[in-house]
């Protein structure tokens, strides 16, 4: 199995109580710990504006402007967004701004890409939140973009939603073929289509149930538009509350709960721990182990992993590299 890290960036309130002015150094510091490691192959950003579990004035850097600066300040890592919202920022001006990314960083951008979903932060921005319809065709649109930029330096494209005409993307990315591309959602009819026309990866729903289910309807569109399903990297993304016995992980569940309850109110600071009760990288190194050799041997191979913590506490990051990397490790 292969390993991403989530760096906190502020969108789940893991920056609360930090000064702006050292905002930075402490992603940085994040970040090129990862890089300097072994353990984690790539690390990953959120691309939004407004916080979660509702907006409010705490931090949210913006994704792009991090993998500039993340890529000036690593050398190994690869580094990605899951996952940028195609609307947001018009496809051939993304294409040119990757493409620069990717030099910067000498080859390491991935492009995790989706139609986007946070209806307050796309109303508080100006675009408007057109139908589910409009989002997905503007991500297949985008995405065929995407490819010719990457491959020729150029692009042009007719259609509905988007208009090119000739744009040039010099020079292009480092790595040959172009950008890594991540579709990320599991919408059964349209997402998972284009994720088989289009990806060398995906990412959606990682509980054992919903990865199988959405294994089978990816495969069904790569049968339909003639893809290799088996040359498709399946990931998940998993939030981690990891301890060395139930009252640790329980610890760090209250600690989450108690930095996010004085900003959003008590009751959605616990919901807030539902994304993490009960799920497959919540318990002890030795429940974690278990639940994502089932996931890998389901054929979730990629799993990155969000600590919501790791801006104030490494002691969880350190337990899962030292005694669940080394058992999942291909």
Same mark, same amino acid.
């Given at each position: 199995m292969r390993f991403g890290l989530f760096v906190p960036q502020g969108w789940r309130l893991d920056l609360v109580g930090i000064d702006p002015a050292d905002q930075w150094d402490v992603m940085r510091d994040i970040?090129?710990?990862?890089d300097q490691g072994g353990s984690f192959e790539s690390a990953w950003v959120y691309d939004h504006f407004h916080t979660v579990p509702q907006p409010t004035e705490e931090a949210?850097?913006?994704a792009w402007s991090l993998m500039a600066a993340f890529g000036a300040a690593t050398d190994r890592i690869r580094l990605g967004q899951m996952c940028t919202c195609m609307a947001y920022r018009n496809p051939a001006y993304l294409a040119k701004v990757a493409a620069t990314c990717d030099i910067i960083s000498k080859g390491r951008i991935e492009m995790g890409i989706g139609g986007g979903w946070y209806e307050q932060e796309w109303r508080a921005y100006g675009y408007?939140?057109?139908s589910a319809g409009e %989002? &997905?065709?503007?991500?297949d649109e985008g995405v065929q973009i995407f490819a010719q930029a990457w491959?020729?330096?150029?692009?042009?494209l007719d259609g509905k939603y988007y208009q090119v005409d000739d744009a040039i993307v010099t020079p292009k990315p480092l790595q040959p073929g172009g950008i890594p591309l991540?579709?990320?959602g599991g919408g059964e009819k349209v997402t998972l289509k284009i994720a088989a026309k289009y990806a060398q990866y995906t990412n959606f729903d990682g509980t054992p149930e919903g990865f199988a289910h959405k294994s089978e309807i990816l495969a069904g569109h790569c049968r339909d538009v003639g893809t290799d399903f088996e040359k498709i990297v399946r990931s998940a993304n998993y939030n981690v509350a990891i301890g060395r016995d139930s009252a640790e992980v329980e610890e760090r569940l209250q600690t989450l709960k108690? %930095? &996010?309850a004085p900003v959003v109110g008590e009751e959605k600071a616990e919901g807030a721990l539902r994304a993490f009760r009960g799920l497959p990288a919540c318990g002890t190194p030795e429940q974690i182990v278990e639940n994502l050799t089932a996931l890998k041997k389901q054929g979730m191979t990629y799993s990155i992993l969000y600590f919501p913590e790791a801006a104030y506490d490494r002691s969880g990051i350190e337990l899962f590299e030292r005694e669940v990397v080394p058992a999942l490790r291909d």
């Open positions: 970040v090129q710990r990862a949210c850097h913006e408007g939140f057109p %989002r &997905l065709g503007r991500l491959s020729q330096g150029r692009a042009s991540w579709i990320a108690a %930095r &996010l």
